[in-house]
């Protein structure tokens, strides 16, 4: 079981905005600023999509960003594209840990 | 362009050793922080191992089995994994991380993976 929770799976259709939400606890994502998120397309290396919660890398689309709120971090996608169906993964930084953790991975289906 | 090329990954029977590489290029690579991640087939991401500055890290499934290091003067991480289990069967991919802080789970660079396979 992962320290982290995403949902499954999540679909939209192309235009649409759809959101990724990544819960922890106080431990981790409520209490650090630490939260980072992956796009990993099938049979390929995981990219970097948003560091550090809200810094998006140089290259990444501003259609995607990241907030958080309380122990619940969350990835929005607007203007969704065909390109963007792909498994996305939230990992935070940890007290419990000397590592960090990730969450379990969701799917996002673009119809 | 930074570039991480990952070597070393085979089938391996229970209980063997492999040593996997990453060999580094495109940056400095002393500065900054490197892990190991690995990817079971259809599942998710694990972070397996980091080094940053002096220090090492390593997750409790693979604590005592598996040791990181980095040569700075060849620009190479490596991962002596001994003992595996068949539950250690995954992609195996270096990462870079964007700061010299390895509990920070930031990685801008990925390698392309290799494969490890522990079966009898």
């Known amino acids: 079981q992962s320290a982290l929770t995403q949902p499954a799976s999540v679909s939209g259709s192309p235009g649409q905005s759809i959101t990724i939400s990544c819960t922890g606890t106080?431990?981790?994502?409520?209490?650090?600023?630490?939260v980072s998120w992956y796009q990993q397309h099938p049979g390929k290396a995981p990219k970097l999509m948003i560091s550090e919660v809200t810094n998006r890398p140089s290259g990444v689309p501003d259609r995607f960003s990241g907030s958080k709120s309380g122990n619940t971090a969350s990835l929005t996608i607007s203007g969704l594209q065909a390109e963007d169906e792909a498994d996305y993964y939230c990992?935070?930084?940890?007290?419990?840990?000397?590592?960090?953790?990730f969450g379990g991975g969701t799917k996002l289906t673009v119809l | 362009e930074v570039q991480l090329l990952e070597s070393g990954g085979g089938l391996v029977q229970p209980g063997g050793s492999l040593r996997l590489s990453c060999a580094a290029s495109?940056?400095?690579?002393?500065?900054?922080?490197m892990s190991w991640v690995r990817q079971a087939p259809g599942k998710g991401l694990e972070w397996v191992s980091a080094f940053s500055g002096s220090s090492t890290y390593y997750a409790d499934s693979v604590k005592g089995r598996f040791t990181i290091s980095r040569d700075n003067s060849k620009n190479t991480l490596y991962l002596q994994m001994n003992s595996l289990r068949a539950e250690d069967t995954a992609v195996y991919y270096c990462?870079?991380?964007?700061?010299?802080?390895?509990?920070?789970?930031?990685?801008?660079?990925w390698g392309q993976g290799t494969l490890v396979t522990v079966s009898s």
């Open positions: 106080s431990s981790d994502v409520g209490g650090y600023k630490y």
């Open positions: 495109g940056f400095t690579f002393s500065n900054y922080a």
């Open positions: 990992t935070s930084y940890t007290s419990s840990s000397t590592l960090g953790v």
């Open positions: 990462a870079k991380h964007t700061t010299s802080i390895a509990a920070r789970p930031s990685f801008d660079y």
